[in-house]
């Protein structure tokens, strides 16, 4: 049974809250789900965010216990200038396959060829490159060009990132974790006035 974890962190001065989703892959459904909060060791500053998160993700990814097959970034992976993005570093520093999925693409990298219909609320999947090279996919719904980009990470190979994307989508036009981890950091830290999410 293939699991994916998805990290969703929040992080405002020197707090950062997180909520961590373990996604059963095969029966499309949340298997578990934690939230921690955590004092950061860097001060959040905008223009270092990938540095910033990459470190604080780390952190928290590290205390997850449970067994995972995949781990889902919030962030690009090879679909990046220099075939190095977020995903990568994360998923290598903590030696899991990694992948990374993103609203908008980076310089360099392009949408490409059609490979098939998902079914679902119209959403196609569509090849992605980045400077000409096959880094991963983007799910797009019909003409809107509106949808995720999933890049390759750190130890994933196209063809399992293309079953995981279906797998993600076959039911679902978003991603359901992380609207259920937005929801859950919301709900759950909406007491602390000085934490808006």
Sequence with gaps: MKKILFPYLQ?????????????DLQRGLIDKACLYQNTSQLRYVSQERAWHEANEWINLISRF????????????GQAHPRFWGLACSIGAALGVKSIGVAHSLLPYSRVTDFVGDLGYYGMQLYKLETRGEQTGFAVLRGELKK???????????????????????????????????????????????????
């Excluded at 216990?65 to 690009?76: C, I, P, S």
């Excluded at 130890?155 to 937005?182: C, D, M, T, Y």
């Design 11 to 23: 992080a405002q001065d020197s707090m950062v809250r997180c909520c961590i989703v373990l996604w």
């Design 65 to 76: 216990t449970e067994n995972y097959d995949f781990l889902l970034v919030l962030g690009h």
């Design 147 to 197: 949808g995720f980009f999933y890049s390759i990470g750190w130890g994933v190979e196209l063809e399992e990132l293309e079953w995981i994307v279906q797998k993600i989508h076959r039911n679902h036009a978003s991603l359901p974790f992380r609207n259920f981890a937005r929801h859950a950091v919301k709900t759950y830290f909406s007491k602390d006035r000085s934490f808006s999410v």
